[in-house]
């Protein structure tokens, strides 16, 4: 495998952190995975980082030096992270803690990828999307309905409220499995939390790529996110690789490698 990876997270203006990224790979095989917490200081954490470490260390079990079965080990090992956010105490008033998730597989030029919530997942083509997974929240349904528009969604004041996360005040979870593509040299993947994606159109993210590194148009995207919040941006969190790309290239070592932005 060929590919450059950069991530990135920022505190924003808020007090903690609650977003976490990872990224392990080996010789046949790479996953992306980030997740957004939710449900104040301690509880967001820690449900994200569950959700982080259950795929890790589910990838560093499994891909042997392949995962057999993709769709298999997405769906099984989002569910199993959602059972131990579940089994952590909770506030009965306030419920468990709560993460977003978003996650994906690449082996033999293959992509699979499933997620819960609002952070979203792009494929990227020649400066266009080619992919996105679809927000579970409900200004995304009035979208997709016709009641909002795009601009109207983007700055709706219920636009953080999701119907669907890994634990939660109540058990709604469900992933919702992205349709296999079969990735061409030069393709991006952005994998982002609501901070990084909700200050932007989709066409400009699409077209930050074209021409620039990924480290460096990371980067600058979460500057710039920050930037156009002025003073009430969340915390900005992203991953990003080019495929099959020189720059800054990794070629996977024969031990799975990890790395976890906190």
Request: aromatic share 8%; proline share 3%; glycine share 10%.
């Amino acid at each position: 495998m060929n590919f450059s990876i950069h991530q990135a997270s920022h505190i924003g203006n808020r007090k903690y952190n609650q977003d976490r990224v990872a990224y392990a790979y080996n010789n046949e095989a790479l996953l992306l995975v980030l997740a957004d917490g939710m449900g104040g200081h301690l509880h967001g954490e820690l449900a994200a980082t569950s959700a982080i470490e259950t795929f890790v260390e589910t990838f560093g079990a499994h891909a042997q030096p392949r995962i057999v079965d993709p769709k298999t080990f997405l769906a099984d090992t989002m569910r199993h992270a959602h059972g131990r956010i579940m089994s952590f105490p909770h506030d009965k008033d306030k419920g468990f803690p709560g993460t977003t998730c978003v996650a994906a597989l690449i082996q033999d030029g293959m992509m699979y990828w499933g997620h819960a919530g609002d952070s979203r997942l792009y494929v990227l083509r020649d400066g266009a999307i080619l992919t996105k997974t679809r927000d579970h929240s409900m200004v995304y349904q009035w979208l997709e309905w016709g009641i909002i528009n795009a601009e109207e969604a983007r700055v709706h004041p219920q636009r953080n409220q999701i119907t669907n996360c890994l634990g939660g005040v109540e058990d709604m979870f469900y992933m919702e499995p992205g349709e296999p593509l079969k990735l061409q040299a030069g393709d991006v993947l952005l994998l982002g939390s609501d901070g990084l994606w909700g200050p932007f159109e989709d066409a400009e993210l699409a077209q930050a790529f074209a021409g620039h590194t990924v480290p460096e148009t990371l980067d600058s995207l979460i500057v710039r996110a920050r930037e156009r919040e002025q003073g009430h941006s969340d915390n900005v969190t992203g991953l990003a690789i080019r495929w099959g790309s020189s720059e800054e290239s990794h070629l996977s070592a024969e031990a799975v490698s990890f790395v976890l932005e906190i």
